[in-house]
């Protein structure tokens, strides 16, 4: 078996294709990002992990279920109440029965394999943990929540830092762990690494088992620059390049195998770095990077 560690973007876009070519994996998801909208907890990253495996996700937006419609969204908009973020109609019964099922008393991780199970998946969709952990972004007008910073200001606001709340008191969920502990090996997928990746490695013991495993990383970045998205602000809040060496700086001794795109290969005497093209452009991109990456493993 394998493990992933994603985000909501990147790393379902590699997965999409990596399901066609090997079946045995389990993905554990950030949660850092999540929030409550209208009464319901929407878990951004589990979702797009979720539709993704379901065959389901809109690969416009790389959010939501294709061909969803935002009747709900746009009449409780015309009630006066203006969501922040677009709710589609069906990806909304995802989420009122996520919210339901966690005030009844169940655990994130097991609501998670209920949608799945609902949904046909085969793979371990695992939340990193049960406990709520923010993305908190340090900007000079405040400090905002990630969705805040990132749906509602446009990503605009200059960054000077950046903070995980309840991070030092989350435990990672078991099954995340047991996961980890199961696989022959991980594979950090082309996710921003500073709040997509970050949280997960960021919770007590995670680094610890990763370090006992082979990692292979795929860079977000080419060039010098993230494919999309505010990696590259954050990279720089933290003192460091949105670039391949920055990956190696972020992630240090955790990294076995990097994967960067063909050219940007540099000489590291910390881990092994390949390259190949990791654009992914379509389902067939993804699938021969996920067979690129197999050889690899
Ligand atoms: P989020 O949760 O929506 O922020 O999504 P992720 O963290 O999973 O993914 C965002 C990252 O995906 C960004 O840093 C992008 O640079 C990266 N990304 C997007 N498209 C591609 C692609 O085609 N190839 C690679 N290698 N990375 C990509």
Redesign the pocket.
């Known amino acids: 078996m394998v493990t992933f560690l ?8 590699l997965i999409a294709g990596f399901k066609e070519v090997y079946e045995n994996f389990s993905v554990i998801v ?1 949660t850092a ?1 999540d929030v409550w909208v209208s009464g319901n907890r929407i878990c ?2 589990i979702d ?1 992990v979720i539709y993704t495996l379901a065959g389901l996700i809109d690969e416009k937006r790389w959010w939501g279920i294709r061909g969803d419609t935002f009747k709900t969204h746009f009449r409780l908009k015309s009630l006066g109440m203006d969501e922040k973020m677009m709710v589609g109609d069906l990806d909304r019964a995802t989420h009122i029965f996520r919210s339901e099922m966690l005030r009844k008393g169940l655990s994130l991780t097991d609501v998670t394999e209920r949608i799945c199970q609902s949904l046909g998946i085969s793979q371990s969709v695992i939340p990193m943990t049960d406990d709520e952990v923010a993305t908190k972004i340090l900007t000079p007008c405040g400090e905002m929540h990630f969705q805040e910073f990132w749906v509602e200001k446009k990503g605009e606001p200059e960054v000077t830092g950046i903070r995980i709340e309840n991070i030092e008191r989350a435990r990672p969920s078991k099954k995340a762990v047991n996961a980890i502990r199961k696989s022959r090996s991980v594979i950090i ?4 690494p500073v ?2 990746i970050g949280p997960i490695i960021g919770l007590e013991g995670i680094r610890n088992e990763l370090e006992k495993k082979k990692v292979v990383v ?5 060039g010098n620059k ?4 505010p ?1 590259g602000k954050f990279m720089f809040a933290l003192g460091l390049s949105p670039s391949p060496r920055g990956l190696l700086e972020y992630y240090g001794k955790i990294i076995d195998v990097l994967i960067v795109h063909s050219g940007d290969s540099f000489e590291s005497d910390r881990c092994e770095i390949v390259e190949t093209d ?4 379509s389902r067939k991109d993804a699938e021969r990077l996920s067979r690129f990456i197999l050889e690899l493993l």
């Open positions: 994603s985000g909501g973007t990147g790393t379902p876009k950030n990002e951004p990253d797009s997928g082309p996710s921003n709040t997509s795929v860079s977000p970045f080419i993230p494919f999309s998205g990696a990791i654009i992914i452009k």
